[in-house]
């Protein structure tokens, strides 16, 4: 039987979700606060510049064709996915860089310059994560509802070694700490710090060997709009500027939503691709929420946030040292990332990525100009940081560091240029404690320990996005949403 589904936010994993129920037959109603889709992957238009807010990466692109094939139409008729190579340039604290590509002869090339021991390690390394990438992509789209469903791959999981870091993991095979450093740092794309994300996450090594790292012609901005468009094309409605300030509970179900105007929107089933913890302490009434109490968000481990520079110059850094994905560490690794997701402490230092999309697609700036971002990871709003005070001079400090090791003269030849705080991630993109990955990839946080797809609250209240299974990341979003799809079922 046909039902009305209202979706609360149009990130990939609401739009996908949308896409797929609608697809189902059912009558289906995104609800956006801002004036554009996109949720994290919200476009920033400037002066001719654009920018891709937040997620850069494609790494399983037939999830996309699945998505269109499940709404009986093609991928490539709406937006252009071309190849990345190498995938990313990883940069030493000296300056150093390593090319990180899916071919094995240059990867071992690469290797080699760096830490000749270690290729053997390496192959060592790269067999061992096949059965975890069979084992753990294979539970990336089943829901864990039940501890039993838990109980279920428990074995799985400790033949695998999943209660060691992906760092400790990677250390069994090789030896030089910045080769360690190149084969670690994918957590950090999910919201992770390497020394506590479980080794499954060593996988993704894997998984781009199988699939190839992509990006999508006119920045990841096109693929949203592409999805905003298939939706559109299926039946289904986007409602724009549309704030819902609260999801409407009857006993012990949804009802639908109330928008921030007061409008009561009724609905048969509501899923929520707001960030979980602020959906239940934001969104639902604390005397609904028997399991999801405030005290309980509060014991969650969130991840990190970031600071983001977008900056649009008016001269050209295409002398081929950069590339669409740069990813530069400073000095220290494993005491940073335990003064971001432990001591909670603001550092001078920091790691950052450099995303430079108009080094080979020039629609993302003028003729003569670059457009890109720089990334840096900080502690969420948890740790008590004064971003009044301290956003400038951590702006100052990352120029400063740019100008003088990467990007000659770059203070005097910005054009464009915003940047955005564990504050933005708080108040724009509604992340519970300005975390900008909802909650970390912890092994006690994954799977049946992490919120279910399915409320635990509510029958009829579901989640895709970040914070639910199976996590952050462009895949695990997209797979939240099959999820949904497969639990709500069709018309």
Not at 51 to 75: E, H, N, Q, Y
Not at 230 to 254: K, Q, W
């Amino acid at each position: 039987m046909q039902k009305h589904i209202i979706v609360v936010g149009s990130g990939f994993g609401g739009l996908s979700a949308a896409i797929r129920l609608a697809a189902q037959g059912h009558r289906v109603e995104v609800y956006e606060k801002s004036d554009r889709p996109g949720g994290k992957g919200y476009v920033i238009e400037r002066d001719g510049f654009r920018f891709d807010a937040g997620p850069s990466v494609v790494t399983a692109p037939f999830m996309f064709d699945d998505l269109w094939k499940a709404a009986g139409r093609r991928r490539e008729d709406y937006f252009e996915l071309r190849p990345c190579s190498p995938y990313y340039r990883l940069f030493n604290h000296e300056g150093r860089h390593f090319d990180y590509s899916g071919d094995a002869e240059s990867l071992e090339a690469e290797i080699r310059r760096f830490s000749p021991g270690d290729v053997e390690g390496y192959r060592r390394f790269i067999a061992s994560t096949k059965p975890i990438f069979e084992k753990g992509f294979g539970m990336i789209d089943t829901p864990f509802l039940k501890f039993t469903d838990m109980l279920r791959v428990a074995p799985d999981l400790i033949k695998l070694k999943s209660y060691i870091s992906t760092y400790s993991y990677v250390s069994q095979f090789l030896k030089d700490d910045f080769i360690r450093r190149c084969f670690s740092f994918h957590p950090l794309f999910i919201g992770g710090s390497p020394f506590d994300a479980s080794s499954i996450y060593a996988m993704v090594h894997y998984l781009e060997r199988e699939w190839g790292v992509h990006y999508a012609v006119g920045g990841m901005g096109s693929i949203i709009a592409a999805m905003v468009r298939l939706f559109e094309d299926i039946g289904g409605t986007m409602h724009l500027n549309a704030p819902v300030s609260e999801i409407v509970v009857e006993g012990r179900r949804v009802a639908g939503v109330r928008m921030a105007n007061g409008d009561l929107r009724r609905a048969d089933i509501v899923v929520s691709n707001a960030d979980v913890a602020y959906t239940y302490h934001n969104l639902i009434d604390p005397k609904h929420r028997k399991i999801y109490t405030d005290k309980k968000l509060e014991r969650i481990k969130h991840s990190m946030s970031l600071v983001v520079l977008y900056i649009g110059t008016k001269r050209r850094y295409n002398d081929g040292r950069l590339l669409r994905h740069n990813i530069i560490f400073g000095d220290r690794y494993k005491s940073l990332l335990s003064d971001i997701f432990h001591r909670l402490h603001l550092a001078d230092d920091f790691s950052l990525y450099l995303y430079m999309p108009s080094v080979d697609d020039p629609s993302m700036a003028p003729e003569g100009c670059e457009s890109f971002y720089v990334l840096a990871p900080v502690p969420h709003l948890g740790a008590g940081i004064d971003w009044t005070k301290q956003a400038k001079p951590y702006r100052d400090a990352i120029i400063e560091f740019l100008e003088d090791r990467y990007m000659p003269d770059l203070s005097s030849n910005i054009v464009v240029e915003s940047m955005v705080d564990p504050q933005h991630f708080a108040r724009q993109q509604n992340s519970y404690m300005g975390a900008a990955f909802a909650i970390q990839p912890l092994l006690t946080q994954s799977a049946w320990f992490r919120p279910h797809n399915r409320s635990e609250e509510f029958a009829n209240l579901y989640f895709v996005g970040a914070g639910t299974h199976p996590g952050a990341g462009v895949p695990g979003v997209l797979s939240s949403a099959v999820i949904a799809q497969n639990l709500i079922g069709p018309a």
